[in-house]
């Protein structure tokens, strides 16, 4: 399933003001894991200007194979999250995949985040570098972090860090504003 962050904008004043949209590539079994990624990734989403969008904002009578389309079409970054039960999804491959690299062909951001072992080298290897990093640079997936809410705060930080090199933007909260 897709996801894209709507907790994420940026503070311009008094108000915030979101520029960019975040999509969130998952399996629904790693629903948990995901929800923990929003989380940590909230604050970077305001810093930077970009929102998420999650499927579960889908509400009676849309069309939801139509809905997750059009979302995609407004995302300028896109997270995968990686798991066996991702790369074991049909929908996930068939559909979500295509769409995801072709807006990456034409520029946006595309951010893999492993969560467990599986085909994670084969699908990065040589084309990109996934997430969460420990502080010595190896990538880890999340799930052999002790604690694992260090991972998801590893990967978001990861995420936030190449939104804003992508981007070239630069952090834009009230208390930044203090300072500046």
């Given at each position: 399933m897709l996801l894209a962050l709507s907790s994420g904008c940026c503070y311009k004043g008094a108000q915030w003001a979101v520029a960019v949209q975040c999509f969130l590539s998952y399996s629904h079994r790693n629903s948990?894991?995901?929800?923990?990624?929003?989380?940590?990734?909230?604050?970077?989403?305001?810093?930077?200007?970009?929102?998420?969008?999650?499927d579960h904002e889908l509400r009676a009578g849309d069309r939801w194979s139509e809905r997750l389309r059009e979302e995609i079409e407004r995302s300028r970054i896109f997270v995968s999250l990686l798991s066996a039960?991702?790369?074991?999804?049909?929908y996930i491959w068939d559909i979500e995949l295509p769409l995801i690299i072709e807006h990456r062909r034409q520029g946006a951001l595309f951010v893999p985040v492993v969560l467990a072992d599986c085909l994670w080298r084969l699908f990065c290897?040589?084309?990109?570098?996934?997430?969460?990093?420990?502080?010595?640079?190896?990538?880890?997936?999340?799930?052999?972090?002790?604690?694992?809410?260090?991972?998801?705060?590893?990967?978001a930080r990861a995420i936030g860090d190449a939104?804003?090199?992508?981007?070239?933007?630069?952090?834009?909260?009230p208390l930044h504003q203090d300072f500046v």
């Open positions: 948990r894991e995901c929800d923990r990624i929003i989380a940590h990734m909230a604050g970077y989403g305001r810093a930077y200007a970009f929102s998420v969008w999650a039960d991702f790369f074991a999804s049909r290897q040589d084309y990109v570098q996934a997430a969460p990093m420990t502080p010595s640079r190896d990538l880890r997936p999340c799930a052999q972090w002790r604690p694992i809410e260090k991972a998801y705060a590893a990967a939104v804003q090199a992508h981007f070239g933007m630069k952090p834009n909260t």
